[in-house]
T-cell receptor, first 110, second 114 residues
């Protein structure tokens, strides 16, 4: 089976712009979570979705939003980008308590 | 709140040396515990897990035992290889209160020299 896939791989944006990141979970997984990993730090939880419903939200501003589609894929949107939003954004799909991560999208804000 | 603390790194070892990476946690309930590994330029891979006290997780020669009395989950390997060079993250999940949300430590960079 294919693993978690994310697109795009890399992205460069300027301050104030908006960005959309995409994630496709492992087949059969209904839950998707998003994490932000700033260079040199551990990943920080942003959102979790299960069956298209938001099940959890981390300590991130309202500029961050997400949604999950009927096929369980997900999008993460970030508005009004700041330099501090530069990070690796990881998507994970899960069944029960184990999470499986995608390769991430590297976002650079200039 | 829930948190994970890893030993300050980085760690540099010679091939075939013994590895220990310390991890302690603070949680309001009874968490599941994980070790993830991240190779350069890649996402995170689940290395091993333990879901209750005294459980031992193991994979690829790595082991960690869930110690409730010391709130610890230290990662060990008897003989490291150059290919083990990566960043290792300890993490916890409180399924009953926060679903499968993971709380990570800061990570420990391991470099193994030939």
């Amino acid at each position: 089976d294919a693993g978690v896939t994310q697109s795009p791989t890399h992205l460069i944006k300027t301050r104030g712009q908006q960005v959309t990141l995409r994630c496709s979970p492992i087949s059969g997984h209904k839950s998707v979570s998003w994490y932000q990993q700033v260079l040199g730090q551990g990943p920080q939880f942003i959102f979790q979705y299960y069956e298209k419903e938001e099940r959890g939200r981390g300590n991130f501003p309202d500029r961050f939003s997400a949604r999950q589609f009927p096929n369980y894929s997900s999008e993460l949107n970030v508005n009004a980008l700041l330099l501090g939003d530069s990070a690796l954004y990881l998507c994970a799909s899960s069944r029960a308590y184990e999470q499986y991560f995608g390769p991430g999208t590297r976002l650079t804000v200039t | 709140g829930d948190s994970v603390t890893q030993m300050e790194g980085p760690v540099t070892l010679s091939e075939e040396a013994f590895l220990t990476i310390n991890c302690t946690y603070t949680a309001t309930g009874y968490p599941s515990l994980f070790w993830y590994v991240q190779y350069p330029g890649e996402g995170l891979q689940l290395l091993l897990k333990a879901t209750k006290a005294d459980d031992k997780g193991s994979n690829k020669g790595f082991e960690a035992t869930y110690r409730k009395e010391t709130t610890s989950f230290h990662l060990e390997k008897g003989s490291v290889q150059v290919s083990d060079s990566a960043v290792y993250f300890c993490a916890l999940s409180l399924q009953e209160t926060s679903g499968s949300r993971l709380t990570f430590g800061e990570g420990t960079q391991l470099t193994v020299n030939p």
